[in-house]
């Protein structure tokens, strides 16, 4: 175990490598907040900068590039984009490691359970790297293994980010990008990345889930078989599936059966994932053109179940919703559904609900004069997002993965079948999600709720009454009024109670003038007398002018 002392050195050199990063692309700010603890203007360095920035300190901040690249909601488009191609340059650990690390998680040799295994790794990533094997009853594999001593390196660079999360914490950069919950976020993300059990808990879900569909044929998809036995929280065995990454697939030769075969295939992948968007609730997070493979046999494979997203049914039913709002070019209703799921990012700001309709009106006119064909909903999911950030309002962190989602498979499709619209594909759903969202899956089951429901209201409904006349009669009841314009009423009472106030002392000075004058003595008591009258006189012009200037005269 490394010592207290150890652990701190580490991370003061480490602390330095990053400073070193950021002096050589020019971030000064972080520059400062990491060296005086405070920096001097908030801001963020150009999308291909700050990826190269991510690239440099190593895969634990690619990863952090790649958890960020699913945040539209924090992050403008150019930013997005950039970091979605981030990928980690690390070569692969050499063999006599990664058989340290099976033998390890599995207790004897490698020999010993695989009848082959292919020594040069296929891929290598940041966390991971996959080598092909044989079981001994000749079922071919792919074999998932972790990096030997990347939990050290991951525990360090996380505790390092949460330093830098709480120093900026105080700052406008922390607040507008809310660091400390996305340190959060990233910690959690990261230490379920290392935890390869959870990446099988996800590809069994998806396997079983993809297994029924009135939508599309599930014997033409095919998600890889976890072999348990063979698999821990550091090594994930799947089923090898023979076959190539759409985009690098043999296609026939003669350009009809190809464009057929291009439209069919694609057609298959759309419904296949808007089955998870929108009816099950759990999605394939990244489905870019390597992690879509067509297979020998003409199948679907989706591979890498590492990153995925989940929708419970109210947010499924808004998303809906607001993808009929985009097509209906309707910005109010854009507005009202964005306001369901979005929270402000500064509650001490206002949300200026009229602003943000004019900015939806804006965005839905560039795509007016677009055909549905053309409409790429993806894009139109991004500018949504996009003016809700500028309105003060932050999106759940699993739309903008749903987001992210839904660009990388319109992207695949597109660049595979130039032809194809995901909402070609998703109109003829519409009448089954709309009987899902008013009926559910079952319709017995949703009268039962419906009527339990109403059985509940009709039983709470005599007591609301009887506590609501109860709160009349005791003089209790307190009516909570939200009023528009509040200063401007506030002010108008102010002014008619002061001129109230000076028409009382106009009247009382008169009074106390007559009185005066009308018993009066002395030639004091009669300059007194005349004061009074003058100053009575004097305000009570003022008075008039002031009426007649602001228009209570008329």
């Not at 594909?425 to 899956?441: A, K, T, Y």
């Not at 339990?452 to 609501?468: A, D, I």
Request: proline share 5%; with cysteine.
């Amino acid at each position: 175990m490394k010592s207290p002392v150890i652990a701190l050195v580490a991370s003061a050199t480490r602390q330095r490598e990053i400073v070193e990063v950021f002096i050589r692309y020019g971030w000064d700010y972080m520059r400062q907040v990491l060296t005086f603890g405070k920096g001097d203007e908030p801001n963020l360095p150009a999308p291909e900068i700050l990826s190269k920035i991510l690239t440099d300190l190593g895969p634990v901040y690619v990863k952090l590039g790649q958890l960020l690249s699913t945040r539209p909601d924090l992050l403008p488009p150019s930013y997005i984009q950039a970091l979605s191609h981030l990928q980690a340059n690390v070569p692969p650990v050499p063999w006599e490691g990664i058989a340290q690390v099976l033998r390890q998680e599995l207790g004897q040799p490698a020999e010993a359970l695989f009848a082959e295994f292919d020594q040069q790794a296929i891929a290598a990533g940041s966390i991971a790297q996959i080598h092909r094997a044989v079981l001994q009853d000749g079922q071919p594999v792919a074999i998932k293994i972790q990096r030997p001593g990347i939990e050290a390196v991951v525990a360090q660079d996380i505790a390092l980010f949460r330093q830098i999360a709480g120093l900026l914490s105080a700052t406008d950069f922390g607040r507008r990008y809310n660091v400390v919950e996305l340190a959060d976020e990233f910690s959690t993300s990261l230490r379920h990345e290392l935890d390869f059990t959870q990446e099988a808990n996800y590809t069994e879900r998806l396997r079983q889930n993809l297994t029924t569909s009135r939508w599309f044929d599930p014997d033409r998809v095919v998600v890889p078989q976890v072999y348990r036995s063979l698999s821990s929280r550091r090594i994930l065995v799947l089923e090898w599936l023979d076959g190539l990454p759409i985009l690098k697939a043999p296609l026939p030769t003669r350009i009809e059966s190809s464009s057929h075969l291009r439209h069919d295939f694609t057609s298959l992948a759309f419904r296949v994932f808007l089955q998870q968007y929108l009816v099950d609730g759990f999605f394939h997070a990244d489905p870019h053109p390597g992690n879509l493979f067509y297979l020998e046999d003409g199948r679907l494979g989706i591979l890498d179940c590492g990153m995925m997203g989940t929708l419970n049914p109210r947010m499924q039913s808004i998303m809906v919703e607001l993808v009929l709002a985009i097509v209906d070019f309707d910005p109010d209703r854009c507005a009202q559904l964005t306001l369901q799921l979005a929270e402000p990012m500064d509650i001490t700001q206002p949300i200026n609900l009229a602003q943000l309709q004019a900015d939806y009106d804006r965005l839905l006119r560039r795509y007016h004069s677009l055909s549905l064909s053309s409409l790429n909903v993806s894009e139109a999911f991004s500018q949504i997002l996009e003016a809700a950030r500028h309105n003060n309002l932050r999106w759940p962190s699993n739309i903008g993965l749903l987001t992210k989602s839904l660009a990388n498979l319109e992207g695949a499709g597109r660049e595979f079948d130039p032809s194809v619209n995901i909402m070609d594909e998703v109109r003829p759903l519409m009448i089954d999600l709309f009987r899902r969202q008013l009926v559910g899956s079952d319709l017995t089951q949703s009268a039962l709720r419906t009527a339990l429901e109403f059985k509940q209201l009709s039983m709470e409904s005599p007591r609301q009454v009887g506590f609501l006349l109860n709160r009349l009669t005791s003089e209790t009841l307190k009516l909570n009024l939200a009023v528009q314009d509040l200063n401007a009423i506030r002010k108008t009472l102010d002014d008619g109670a002061n001129r109230r106030s000076f028409s009382t002392v106009v009247g009382s000075l008169i009074i106390g003038a007559a009185i005066i004058s009308s018993g009066q003595q002395t030639a004091e008591l009669h300059l007194i007398s005349n004061i009074l009258f003058a100053v009575a006189s004097l305000l009570g012009l003022w008075l008039i002018v002031t009426i007649l200037r602001s228009g209570g005269g008329d």
